[in-house]
């Protein structure tokens, strides 16, 4: 099993439109949670960080987290062709993968107008 | 200053050369990282410096050698590397090792092995 699975996608979605992005880790010990937005040929972007269970808000940007279930999902509102990129869902393990992050393999999100 | 910086932003090397990648942050972060990504895969670590000593290294072919000159400074040298390098090379810090916090990347040397 994946330590971090996502949405297998790609996801489309039309310019307005709420897009979901889920993902599940499988380290129960898991302490930090992050997601990163990385367009075509860049680096990776940090746009959202959580470590409690439930909602955090920035923006048109909500992160969902679900400790029990393992689970943490990113919704954009009112997605903009300019959301179009790979997001990364990443997991700060426990244990002796302390300070090692764990991403999962990315869901490639396309807004069409 | 609130960003990550690495040069050069591009590279071509020949599989005998010798050459050099730079990190460099003023965050006062005092963890450093290099990442390897190829084409369509997320970010897969090579090596992770904290408070200036490496404090992981996943196995990385000896070809790979890291430094951290300071607290600041991070590099990668590279030597006689193998087509199969050709990659993204990414550099990330962050602020605490001792806490599981954010983690800022560069913007990437794009390296291309002949």
């Given at each position: 099993q994946k330590e971090v699975e996502?949405?297998?996608?790609?996801?489309?979605?039309?310019?307005?439109?709420i897009a979901s992005l889920n993902c599940t880790y499988?380290?129960?010990?898991?302490?930090?949670?992050?997601?990163?937005?990385q367009y075509s040929g860049k680096s990776p972007e940090l746009i959202m960080?959580?470590?409690?269970?439930?909602?955090?808000?920035?923006?048109?940007?909500?992160?969902?987290?679900?400790?029990?279930?393992?689970?943490?999902?990113?919704?954009?509102?009112?997605?903009?062709?300019?959301?179009?990129?790979?997001?990364?869902?990443?997991v700060y393990a426990g244990g002796t993968s302390y300070g090692k992050l764990t991403f999962g393999q990315g869901t490639i999100l396309t807004v069409h107008p | 200053d609130t960003e990550v910086t690495q040069?050069?932003?591009?590279?071509?090397?020949?599989?005998?050369?010798?050459?050099?990648?730079?990190?460099?942050?003023?965050?006062?972060?005092?963890?450093?990282?290099?990442?390897?990504?190829?084409?369509k895969?997320?970010?897969?670590?090579?090596?992770?410096?904290?408070?200036?000593k490496l404090s992981i290294n996943e196995s990385v072919p000896s070809r790979f050698s890291p430094e951290c000159p300071n607290s600041s400074l991070l590099n990668l040298h590279?030597?006689?590397l193998q087509p199969e390098d050709s990659a993204l090379y990414l550099?990330?810090?962050?602020?605490?090792?001792?806490?599981?916090?954010?983690?800022?990347f560069g913007p990437g040397t794009r390296l291309t092995v002949l």
């Amino acid at each position: 099993q994946k330590e971090v699975e996502q949405n297998s996608g790609p996801l489309s979605v039309p310019e307005g439109a709420i897009a979901s992005l889920n993902c599940t880790y499988s380290d129960r010990g898991s302490q930090s949670f992050f997601w990163y937005r990385q367009y075509s040929g860049k680096s990776p972007e940090l746009i959202m960080s959580i470590y409690s269970n439930g909602d955090k808000e920035d923006g048109r940007f909500t992160a969902q987290l679900n400790k029990a279930s393992q689970y943490v999902s990113l919704l954009i509102r009112d997605s903009q062709p300019s959301d179009s990129a790979t997001y990364l869902c990443a997991v700060y393990a426990g244990g002796t993968s302390y300070g090692k992050l764990t991403f999962g393999q990315g869901t490639i999100l396309t807004v069409h107008p | 200053d609130t960003e990550v910086t690495q040069t050069p932003k591009h590279l071509v090397m020949g599989m005998t050369n010798k050459k050099s990648l730079k990190c460099e942050q003023h965050m006062g972060h005092r963890a450093m990282y290099w990442y390897k990504q190829k084409a369509k895969k997320p970010p897969e670590l090579m090596f992770v410096y904290s408070y200036e000593k490496l404090s992981i290294n996943e196995s990385v072919p000896s070809r790979f050698s890291p430094e951290c000159p300071n607290s600041s400074l991070l590099n990668l040298h590279l030597h006689a590397l193998q087509p199969e390098d050709s990659a993204l090379y990414l550099c990330a810090s962050r602020p605490d090792p001792r806490l599981y916090n954010e983690q800022f990347f560069g913007p990437g040397t794009r390296l291309t092995v002949l």
